[in-house]
């Protein structure tokens, strides 16, 4: 088996944990998992680790920005802040005007464009109290999300005849792209919802890569030697590498994250130990009064 990752073009409907068990039983193959969900409702990029080596490398990608194409609907609000919720109309105050494609642009540039602060959607798997909120809000308790900062890099008209608007975001980890619809709505003062969200890149990868899961093939797998490549890489010797892989530390200079390699293959996740270490040997000091910078796997890949 070859362990790395796969670029899935998640359809519309399955959730993101059905992609995985699909793909799962393609490849025959019980370890994989994924590097952020998709909505049901969403379609487009999901990046999967597959294999053992690759779920153990998820955590040097766990803030990654990201890229959608998004529909938004004016003229309607929904309990989800998506298509997927109790939708209710809205009528137009006395003396509201449509807005144009300038009103948007410079609705977009002052509000959502930077560093702004987000209320996530309260039927979202963010927890609260140690539950999601979605599964609270089901229950029928109430659910008071706070605001957290979020940022957006770019967010590009791409088509817009009213209601309908398209949009291009790109954003960092953590940004709901429904609640930028809905917020969007409110500060045009007139509602809106997400009609249609679909990813198109997630860090470095492009769904344009991408495979539908029922195509899906181990030669679709990119090896996890080229996905670790672009970190800082540190070749070991043979008994360094025992070392590294019983626990013991090496007296390596490194920065954290840094990816041991052994024969052409990375083989752990590196921690730089800071002098006085409780972790160091002896051993190591050398014959001055500083002691020699040590490292010690902090996974073993």
Same mark, same amino acid.
């Given at each position: 088996m070859r362990h790395g990752f796969l670029l899935i073009d998640k359809p519309v409907g399955p959730t993101s944990h059905d992609t995985v068990a699909q793909v799962r039983r393609a490849l025959s193959e019980p370890k994989i998992g994924h590097l952020g969900t998709l909505d049901p409702a969403a379609s487009g990029l999901l990046v999967l680790a597959v294999g053992s080596k690759a779920l153990k490398a998820i955590e040097l990608f766990g803030d990654l920005s990201k890229e959608y194409d998004a529909g938004i609907h004016f003229g309607a609000v929904s309990t989800t802040y998506d298509r997927e919720g109790v939708i209710e109309e809205i009528t137009p105050k006395p003396g509201w005007t449509e807005?144009?494609?300038?009103?948007?642009?410079?609705?977009?540039? !002052?509000?959502?464009?930077?560093?702004?602060?987000?209320?996530?959607?309260?039927?979202?798997?963010?927890?609260? !109290?140690?539950?999601?909120?979605? *599964?609270?809000?089901?229950?029928?308790?109430?659910?008071?999300?706070?605001?957290?900062?979020?940022?957006?890099?770019?967010?590009?008209?791409?088509?817009?005849?009213?209601?309908?608007?398209?949009?291009?975001?790109?954003?960092?980890? !953590?940004?709901?792209? *429904?609640?930028?619809?809905?917020?969007?709505?409110?500060?045009? *003062?007139?509602?809106?919802?997400?009609?249609?969200?679909?990813?198109?890149?997630?860090?470095?990868?492009?769904l344009e890569h991408a495979v539908v899961p029922e195509k899906v093939a181990w030669a679709h797998v990119i090896p996890l030697k080229e996905i670790l490549s672009p970190f800082e890489s540190v070749e070991v010797t043979a008994d360094e590498a025992e070392d590294l892989c019983h626990g013991r530390p090496i007296s390596r200079a490194v920065k954290p994250d840094a990816i041991a390699w052994f024969e052409g293959l990375p083989i752990a996740i590196l921690l730089p130990l800071k002098d006085g270490s409780p972790n160091q040997s002896s051993a190591t000091a050398d014959s001055g009064s500083r002691q020699a910078q040590q490292a010690r796997a902090r996974k073993v890949l």
């Open positions: 807005p144009d494609i300038a009103d948007l642009q410079r609705v977009i540039a !002052g509000k959502f464009i930077g560093k702004i602060a987000q209320i996530p959607p309260v039927y979202s798997a963010v927890k609260v !109290g140690g539950e999601r909120a979605y *599964r609270k809000m089901r229950q029928g308790r109430e659910v008071n999300l706070p605001a957290r900062e979020v940022k957006i890099g770019a967010c590009d008209i791409l088509s817009y005849a009213y209601p309908e608007l398209s949009l291009r975001i790109a954003c960092g980890s !953590g940004t709901y792209i *429904r609640s930028l619809a809905h917020d969007l709505g409110t500060a045009v *003062r007139f509602g809106a919802y997400l009609s249609s969200l679909r990813r198109t890149r997630v860090g470095v990868w492009s």
